[in-house]
């Protein structure tokens, strides 16, 4: 794929989203899950490198459900399905997730109890 040419840095867009990707993996061992998490890194370092606005978050494996999940901050869904062609691995689940915390580590609606 040739680089995409036009867009905006990371730095100059609007916050990205966090999306939340859960992928069934028959099979699926500790070192099945450090390659896909190696693959997804390259896609999404490679990407970036063409211009996409994207992070890395993290991945985690369940072995006994066969069941690899992976995190990555994105502007739109689109670029989370161009990391996972380029990386060749199946998308079962995705899903944007919204933090439970806010930036000053409380819980949302949650008082902080300090006299301002």
């Given at each position: 794929m040739p680089p995409l040419s036009g867009l905006r840095t990371v730095s100059a867009m609007a916050p990205g989203r966090t999306f939340f990707v859960e992928s069934y993996i028959p099979q699926l061992d500790a070192a099945g899950a450090a390659a896909l998490s190696s693959r997804l890194q390259t896609a999404v370092e490679q990407l970036k490198n063409e211009g996409l606005p994207l992070a890395w978050i993290r991945s985690f494996a369940l072995l006994q459900e066969d069941t690899y999940?992976?995190?990555?901050e994105a502007t739109q869904l689109d670029h989370?399905?161009?990391v996972q062609q380029r990386a060749g691995v199946e998308l079962d689940h995705v899903a944007e997730a919204m933090?439970?915390?806010t930036p000053?580590?409380?819980?949302?609606g949650e008082a902080s109890g300090r006299s301002g």
């Open positions: 999940v992976w995190m990555v989370v399905v161009l933090p439970g915390e000053g580590g409380l819980r949302r």
